[in-house]
């Protein structure tokens, strides 16, 4: 990989936002073209120079990890290269996104983005739930609706639950969780005290969020809710205090029941959830309800501001590698965002079009900033935080272990299939692609390969029992019987999506050329060393 892809994943960003503020975009810009007037300023005011457009090979190969999961294959690169459509962009972009790969790949960064110590594997109903709701596009704060407020009894939503199953016997963590994952805040530094460097989180934020939430519990099997209940707590100077039901922005709800329960409801409460066990359904829903309170509020007015702000800031995350509010759980104002204009533009554009997702995704792969170089040609590189220069981004585990099939595959095997085809075939590699994904750690912010990953690639059978096999249907088995400059060309192009520099193809020839009798362990090595260097390891 060259020195200036690898420098790029050390770069150090500066926390300040950028320059001026700049003319604001009207709501009738196109997110794509209001993403580019907002960020182009904000170079342009820092003195910077931004990279060049990536050219079409790394834009497809791009596009393809971040839509659907995996790299493309030579067949798709080659005739999006070949292409002379002005549109082929675009319509790569509508394809993709119209793909089931889609879904998948996203859902599972949702699961991971909602539940970040759960399974990776993809096997849970909160997977399904998102699956589901990916492919209806639904609006996320509808999904947010559903997640927090579970339908039990439809099989559709069933899987919603698992988000609040997960955590209601921690009422702490239940509270920190949503407050982290649908606001971006992390509130659990005020539950002991006042946040100590930020006057926004007090212990009235945290207790407020928990009296949303504490009287959730789990009833045989089902989500319940109590009607009454209050939330007590000790602050560090004063009496006890009891806490009203209060949202981030210090927005409070009316409580007649935050009270104790008399031994009479008690009774009543009892009879009816034993009731509802013995008929396996859920417990009767209260007339007040502090989640469906919650969400009411959060999707109120200004409060709002959090949730969309949120949501905009973690797909600028997804898609560029950083956020435009960094870390994604420190949305105060003690925190400000890189380009605040531009996140409040997403934020509000986001929600006028009913927080539809997919609109918001297509509009950040089709801006100019997205599809930048990840690669600079002075020493004098920008700030990440400018977004000039595109960063680098590790893949994820399951697109790592989808990829490395799709390297080890014949690519004629797939060019002659038909679309549906196709597309079944990129799925049973997925499936197959899970149980050496689970090996794999999942990347952070400050990514660094683990000893266990470079073991398992440096030491471990698995890869040469799943990747490096040479039988039919694999690019390994196709290159035996070719002549060395042409076996190498395909295992370059078959892996990176590009042809081989001629520095590449000399070295490798000689390489292969050095084995003469053992020319399938030859090329066996050269696949391992593509597949195992730093370009085939990042999306750049």
């Not at 834009?59 to 990890?65: A, E, K, P, S, Y």
């Not at 530094?189 to 959730?216: E, I, S």
């Not at 380009?339 to 079009?353: K, N």
Request: net charge positive; glycine share 6%; proline share 6%.
């Amino acid at each position: 990989m060259r020195l200036r892809l690898l420098l790029a994943v050390v770069a150090i960003a500066c926390a300040a936002p950028f320059g001026r503020a700049a003319e604001v975009p009207p709501a009738s810009v196109p997110v794509e073209k209001a993403i580019d007037q907002l960020i182009d300023a904000s170079i342009a005011d820092a003195g910077a120079t931004p990279a060049a457009q990536a050219d079409d090979a790394t834009i497809i190969r791009r596009l393809t990890l971040d839509l659907v999961g995996r790299i493309p294959t030579s067949g798709e690169v080659e005739a999006y290269v070949k292409s002379s459509d002005p549109n082929k962009r675009a319509k790569l972009v509508d394809r993709l996104i119209a793909s089931p790969g889609f879904v998948r790949h996203q859902a599972a960064l949702f699961e991971i983005m909602l539940n970040p110590e759960g399974d990776r594997r993809g096997s849970g109903a909160l997977r399904t739930y998102l699956a589901d709701a990916l492919h209806e596009n639904r609006p996320w704060d509808q999904m947010f609706r559903e997640m927090i407020l579970p339908n039990e009894s439809d099989a559709k939503l069933k899987g919603a639950a698992d988000f609040l199953r997960g955590r209601i016997s921690d009422a702490d963590k239940l509270t920190n969780d949503v407050s982290v994952a649908f606001f971006g805040v992390n509130v659990s530094c005020a539950q002991c005290h006042n946040h100590p460097n930020v006057k926004d989180w007090t212990q009235d934020h945290f207790y407020g969020m928990k009296a949303f939430l504490a009287r959730t519990f789990d009833n045989g099997g089902f989500l319940g809710e109590r009607g009454y209940g209050v939330i007590k707590y000790k602050p560090t100077k004063g009496p006890e205090r009891v806490a009203k039901m209060m949202f981030l922005t210090g927005a409070t709800v009316e409580d007649a029941n935050a009270k104790e329960p008399t031994a009479a409801e008690q009774k009543a409460e009892k009879e009816a959830l034993d009731k509802a066990k013995a008929a396996k359904t859920a417990p009767p829903a209260p007339k007040f309800s502090g989640r469906q309170e919650l969400v009411k509020v959060a999707l109120k007015g200004e409060n709002a501001d959090f949730f969309a702000r949120s949501i905009s800031n973690r797909m600028w995350h997804r898609f560029f590698g950083g956020g435009l509010v960094s870390p994604l759980d420190q949305m105060h104002a003690e925190n400000e965002p890189t380009h605040p204009d531009l996140l409040a533009w997403l934020a509000r554009d986001t929600a006028a079009h009913k927080y539809d997702l997919q609109r918001l995704i297509r509009g950040i792969v089709m801006s100019k900033a997205y599809s930048r170089s990840s690669q600079y040609d002075s020493e004098n590189r920008p700030s990440n935080k400018l977004f000039a220069v595109a960063r680098l981004k590790p893949m994820t585990p399951q697109q790592l272990s989808t990829a490395l099939r799709i390297a080890a595959t014949d690519p004629a095997s797939f060019d002659t299939l038909k679309p549906d085809e196709f597309e079944k075939r990129i799925e049973q590699i997925e499936i197959v692609a899970r149980g050496f994904a689970s090996l794999i750690a999942q990347p952070t912010d400050n990514f660094q390969i683990g000893v266990g990953e470079a073991l398992l690639f440096s030491n471990g059978d698995r890869v040469l029992r799943e990747v490096l096999t040479d039988g039919a249907g694999t690019v390994l088995g196709r290159v035996k019987t070719m002549p060395p400059k042409d076996a190498v060309e395909l295992l370059v192009k078959t892996a990176y999506g590009r042809p081989a520099t001629a520095d590449e193809s000399k070295a490798l020839v000689a390489y292969v050329e050095k084995r003469k009798g053992r020319e399938a362990d030859a090329y066996k090595q050269v696949l391992w060393a593509l597949v195992t260097g730093t370009e085939f390891r990042f999306s750049y």
